[in-house]
């Protein structure tokens, strides 16, 4: 079963970026289409990106789009977000996520296998 272990998170000024990484070990990274998602206190764990096995295909929520990029190293198997323009909104724990059955689909309710979190936090 693959693991994930996030990094990369912390605390930044609005309008500041951080590069979230997650690395996989254990099964076949290359394969599986993955995503990041977060969750904000008291509110559902929604999705922000994904991107297809080879990084053909990605998918942004609307409320990142233009702010935050997806992108995948298979040779690493290591996925990563790099975020821009952070608005305290997007303060949440952010977790790396697998979809190891199907590498094509975004579809969220796809990804099944999940890291512990990084928290991001933006201040105003």
């Known amino acids: 079963q693959v693991q994930l272990v996030e990094s990369g998170g912390g605390l930044v000024q609005a309008g500041g970026s951080l590069r979230l990484s997650c690395a996989a070990s254990?099964?076949?990274?290359?394969?599986?289409?993955m995503g990041w998602f977060r969750q904000a206190p008291g509110k559902e764990r929604d999705v922000v990106a994904a991107?297809?096995?080879?990084?053909?295909?990605?998918y942004y929520a609307d409320s990142v789009k233009g702010r935050f990029t997806i992108s995948r190293d298979n040779a690493k198997k290591t996925v990563y977000l790099q975020m821009n323009s952070l608005k305290p909104e997007d303060t949440a724990v952010y977790y790396c996520?697998?979809?190891?059955?199907?590498?094509?689909?975004?579809?969220?309710?796809?990804?099944?296998?999940w890291g512990q979190g990084t928290q991001v936090s933006v201040s105003s």
């Open positions: 254990r099964g076949t990274f290359s394969t599986y289409a």
């Open positions: 991107i297809t096995w080879n990084g053909g295909s990605t």
């Open positions: 996520a697998a979809n190891t059955r199907n590498g094509i689909t975004l579809d969220p309710k796809g990804f099944l296998s």
